[in-house]
């Protein structure tokens, strides 16, 4: 969930390393304020200042979204759940997080790489200048009807469509 709470207008790579140095200082375990280390020039994650308030909200809260999943609700109200009670996750982090759990259940991850194939393909006919719920959900549906005429999972368009993109997977 930090890797998701940290890649918003950051790089995939500077988040993956922030999280590996978190977790070599046992940020989830012990008191660490993670501020310097998103604002580390060699892994720099942007507005460090915001996003290291809700890792250390998320580390007080964590317990709560466990209970979360540990519930059997359905993937899209699951989604809706962490949208409203983790600060800092949006819709695209709150799937990204899902997906990386094994519990998105053929959600889609709206990023700006899925958002440009989407366009290219035909799917969308503009790429969006924002998100709020109601157009993410919209072009949501819009992603599932077009993987379902590709007979491609939803899943694996979204991976293969990240790949094109930036030329590797990641979680």
């Not at 809700?54 to 519930?71: I, M, Q």
């Not at 800092?88 to 990023?111: C, M, P, Q, W």
Request: a positive charge; proline letters at 5%; glycine letters at 6%.
């Amino acid at each position: 969930m930090a890797y998701c709470l940290l890649t918003p207008q950051t790089s995939a790579e500077s988040a993956g390393k922030v999280v590996e140095e978190l977790q070599r200082l046992w940020f989830h375990s012990r008191p660490v304020d993670p501020e310097p280390v998103l604002r580390n020039s060699a892994t720099y994650i942007r507005f460090h200042r915001t996003k290291s308030q809700h890792l250390l909200k998320l580390k007080v809260d964590f317990p709560l979204v466990l209970e979360s999943l540990a519930r059997e609700l359905p993937a899209s109200e699951l989604r809706e759940w962490l949208v409203g009670n983790v600060k800092g996750l949006g819709y695209k982090e709150s799937t990204h997080f899902l997906r990386n759990v094994g519990r998105n259940n053929g959600l889609a991850i709206l990023d700006r790489h899925i958002l440009r194939n989407l366009k290219r393909y035909g799917a969308i006919r503009s790429l969006p200048k924002t998100l709020s719920r109601k157009h993410y959900l919209s072009i949501e549906r819009q992603f599932m009807r077009f993987a379902d005429r590709s007979g491609i999972p939803l899943d694996e368009l979204d991976l293969l469509f990240w790949s094109m993109e930036t030329g590797v997977i990641r979680k």
